[in-house]
């Protein structure tokens, strides 16, 4: 499935940010750092234009982003029950998503996809298979992230533990696939739970990425 609804302006912003990233982390010459300090507040003034973030924040983001612009890595469980999806609701827009974040450093995957979904649901899971890693930017998440994002979806096996909300999510459930709540649109969409609930039924399915 593509998604070709994401505007030109978002590529071009972290494009700018990554170039003036970069070259901060390898330019020698203050001449050369000067130039990319204005290409990385440029990018910041496009982004806090075009969305709800303020310059400030968006700024700050930007500015926290030290040494060869790379992506970040976003991980999400599915965990399923007959044909019901696990999720949980968000305290910070109040709709659902998988269970996940961001990974840490000195963290295997496995071990982040894990914890992240012990974090948020108080259930011990063990990641069975990887699903698929996808490019944020092309899966038609809104809003709009400062940061350049892959995703990775793993299927989870729980193996103990019970439901308990944390300070992110304030209820968990398992939903009927074909009758899924308002999601989280920043963090998970349909087409994302439905081909984590394909690979589920079908686990010799090969991992899918962009």
Partial sequence: MSFS??????????KIQSIAQTGLHYSNSEFDRQRYEQLNQIA???????????FKKIKNIFDNQTGHATPRIDVRGAAFKDNKVLLVRETSDEKWTLPGGWADPFETLSESIEREFFEETGYKVKLKKIVAIY?????????????HVYKIFGICEIIDG?????FETDAIEFFDINKLPALSSGRINEFEIIKCYEHYLNPEKPTEFD
Avoid: V
């Fill in 135 to 147: 490019d944020r930017d092309k899966r038609g998440h809104f809003p709009p992230h400062p940061y």
């Fill in 162 to 166: 019970k439901p308990a909300i944390s």
């Fill in 5 to 14: 609804n994401k505007p030109r302006w978002i590529e071009w912003a972290k």
């Fill in 44 to 54: 910041a003034e496009i982004f806090a234009e075009q969305t709800e973030y303020s």
